[in-house]
């Protein structure tokens, strides 16, 4: 499966202000996926990534508040912007690709970056 | 909409002991998978075990198995002989049968398992 380097590990920023998380991966994947994950909850989707076409946002989240990049089969970022208290969370990254079966692995999630927003 | 319900928010066990952790979803599709991911504190997601809804037999992965009630859309997971470094948080996850570039995970709210010396 593939290995996935996402940075920065945890950061604590002002809020106003904005922060990039980047998502690097070892191999080519085709869809790379940008999960949020509250103090004490479960795991939400924001977006999916393809390289090549816009992002595909879930519902509550929109691409003011966090614009993603694909501009590779191997790179992503995330960017939360003017952030506030409530955006403190985990985000993470996750990658499949599109010639496995969803049945067949899974996938492969980074390591999460802890935001802390004050 | 798919839902994923975990029951149990929190459960301990002690050390080489079996603990059985419950997991239900409501979907009206036929065709879909079904996972567990640990989390333990290095925040790091891994796949635990993974079952086809088509499949009539339970998976095993080692220590790691499920029991499977399609028809009463259970999906519990058993850890026989736990060990310290079960110590996690578990997610139960849907993902229904989709086109490529669909797939997308439900995950339940997580049950948190300790393991005591």
């Known amino acids: 499966s593939a290995v996935i380097s996402q940075k920065p590990s945890r950061d604590i920023c002002q809020r106003g202000t904005s922060l990039t998380i980047q998502c690097q991966v070892d191999?080519?994947?085709?869809?790379m996926f940008w999960y949020r994950q509250q103090p004490g909850q479960s795991l939400t989707l924001i977006a999916t990534?393809?390289?090549?076409?816009?992002?595909?946002?879930e519902s509550g989240f929109v691409i003011d508040k966090f614009p993603i990049s694909r501009p590779n089969l191997t790179f992503s970022t995330l960017t939360v912007s003017n952030m506030s208290p409530e955006d403190s969370s985990i985000y993470l990254c996750?990658?499949?690709?599109?010639?496995?079966?969803?049945?067949?692995?899974?996938?492969?999630f980074g390591s999460g970056t802890r935001l802390t927003v004050v | 909409a798919q839902t994923v319900t975990q029951s149990q928010p929190e459960m301990s066990v002690q050390e080489a002991e079996t603990v059985t952790l419950s997991c239900t979803y409501d979907?009206?599709?036929?065709?879909?998978?079904l996972f567990w991911y640990k989390q333990p504190p290095s925040r790091q997601m891994i796949l635990v075990i993974r079952?086809?809804?088509?499949?009539?037999q339970n998976a095993t992965e080692n220590r790691f198995s499920v029991n499977f009630q399609k028809a009463a859309k259970s999906f519990s997971l058993k850890i026989s002989d736990s060990q310290l470094g079960d110590t996690a948080m578990y997610f139960c996850?849907?993902?229904?049968?989709?086109?490529?570039?669909?797939?997308?995970?439900?995950f339940g709210t997580g049950t948190r398992l300790k393991v005591l010396a």
């Open positions: 996750s990658v499949t690709r599109r010639d496995r079966g969803p049945g067949n692995y899974g996938y492969t």
């Open positions: 979907t009206s599709e036929n065709n879909y998978y």
């Open positions: 079952q086809e809804a088509y499949k009539q």
């Open positions: 191999s080519q994947v085709t869809m």
């Open positions: 990534a393809n390289q090549g076409s816009e992002a595909t946002y």
């Open positions: 996850a849907f993902m229904k049968h989709a086109p490529p570039g669909t797939y997308k995970y439900i």
